[in-house]
């Protein structure tokens, strides 16, 4: 087991939690780890905790109370309703893509803090390959580190292509703590400490069932591409792929003394 260290930030960040597989595989896991590498604040992208789509109230409480600290998002947190009337509360921890306009639900970011520990929790959306159209997430990125620099900053960047991602890792390197990729549900294995010391990961990866199309059943993703029909998505069974990675913060610095990927497979009974 790791030493315990009051001088650095311990993080748990986990891939997209695909459905009820992705969920019961993340409470199977949690326990040990945030034990074993004396996690300070899990962080997971919530996305499409609820059936692959969206979030819940109920799937959000169930893995709050599981011990993920604060849910980041993406595109697919507008698909459904029932969270997005909460996104506003102070007692939902939930941040959506800052980058989209003002007027719509949520906040951008969030302040963690926990036995004196404190840092931010940020999220923005790529444009490259992406359905919706936003606001520049590399200025508005720059702009938000340089009016929080009193913090260790987290950026959950959601994008398509790992150009985009890789830029904006290096663009920011030095002012945030670590910028981490989700969206594509595929675990890059290029996890790395740029320049200025900033954690990097092009994209952490899923929570969800390995014998599938991104945690879709496979069936119904193939149909779609023979056919360019739209379908209705259900989350695929199965053993379950856990990806996340593991960051080491300096609070003094802002930023990242280690990062490392976990990838493991969990075998559910159900
Ligand atoms: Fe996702
Ligand atoms: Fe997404």
């Not at 199977?28 to 780890?33: H, K, Q, S």
């Not at 320049?195 to 059943?217: A, C, K, R």
């Amino acid at each position: 087991m790791e030493q315990s260290n009051n001088r650095t930030i311990k993080i748990l960040f986990i891939g997209d939690i695909v459905g009820r597989p992705g969920r019961n595989a993340c409470k199977r896991l949690m326990p040990d780890l945030v034990k074993e590498h004396q996690v300070d604040f899990v962080i997971a992208n919530g996305e499409n905790l609820a059936a692959g789509n969206g979030m819940t109230q109920e799937t959000y409480r169930e893995m709050y109370e599981a011990g993920i600290d604060l849910f980041t998002s993406g595109n697919h947190i507008w698909n459904n309703k029932d969270i997005i009337e909460h996104l506003d509360d102070s007692t939902t921890h939930v941040v959506r893509p800052m980058n989209y306009p003002e007027s719509v639900p949520g906040k951008g970011f969030e302040i963690l803090e926990k036995n004196g520990k404190k840092l931010i929790v940020s999220n923005l959306m790529g444009r490259v390959f992406m359905p919706d159209d936003l606001a520049d997430p590399f200025s508005m990125a720059k702009n938000f580190a340089e009016e929080h620099s009193d913090f260790p900053i987290i950026i959950d960047f959601h994008a398509e292509a790992s150009s985009e991602k890789i830029a904006l890792g290096r663009y920011l390197d030095g002012q945030v703590a670590a910028v981490i990729g989700t969206h594509t549900h595929v675990q890059t294995a290029d996890e790395t400490i740029f320049p200025n010391g900033s954690g990097f990961i092009t994209d952490v990866g899923m929570v969800g069932p390995i014998d599938s199309v991104l945690g879709v059943e496979k069936e119904i993703i193939i149909e779609k591409f023979l056919t360019q029909l739209p379908v209705s998505h259900k989350v695929a069974s199965g053993e379950v792929n856990f990806s996340g990675v593991i960051i080491t913060l300096d609070p003094e610095k802002k930023i990242t003394l280690s990062i490392s990927r976990i990838n493991k497979i969990v075998k559910l009974s159900e």
